[in-house]
């Protein structure tokens, strides 16, 4: 079992709704980027930490790996500079009765972030990008915080 970290800023309802992650395959420029190829990597029982609107507000749980998929109808002119071929997984969501905010335990993540490839900046705030593979260790403190914040 892996984790991961997807921010799904622009298309998080879309998403999470409809029980899936989807990515463009290459970057507007026609590259391959790490957030987008991450997506091959993902795997049926992975656990899935959904941000947006600077939280994680849903956990999910992958039922599979990834396959391609055109842009989804439903993000309307959200992504229209993505690239229409793109990756998606299922995903099974469960949305948090209370959203947490990495910020404000940013201090315990700061010992585990990934030195390549962060989710988070040097602030707390979310860096740019689709899909971040995390460690074990920063999953605990997650799971801890929702715990205690679902717990309060």
Do not use: C
């Amino acid at each position: 079992m892996k984790f991961w970290w997807v921010s799904q800023n622009r298309t998080w309802k879309q998403e999470i709704e409809g029980g899936y992650m989807w990515s463009p395959q290459l970057a507007s420029n026609g590259k391959h980027i790490i957030h987008y190829d991450n997506m091959k990597l993902v795997e049926s029982g992975d656990v899935i930490f959904s941000y947006y609107n600077q939280e994680i507000g849903s956990i999910g749980i992958a039922t599979g790996g990834a396959y391609e998929a055109i842009k989804p109808a439903e993000f309307g002119t959200d992504g229209d500079d993505w690239d229409k071929k793109g990756w998606m997984v299922n995903v099974k969501y469960k949305e948090l009765s209370f959203p947490i905010s990495p910020k404000s335990f940013f201090s315990e993540l700061q010992e585990v972030l990934p030195n390549k490839y962060s989710p988070l900046n040097y602030d707390g705030s979310g860096y740019q990008g689709y899909l971040f593979s995390i460690s074990g260790d920063m999953a605990a403190i997650l799971f801890g915080n929702i715990i205690i914040d679902q717990l309060s």
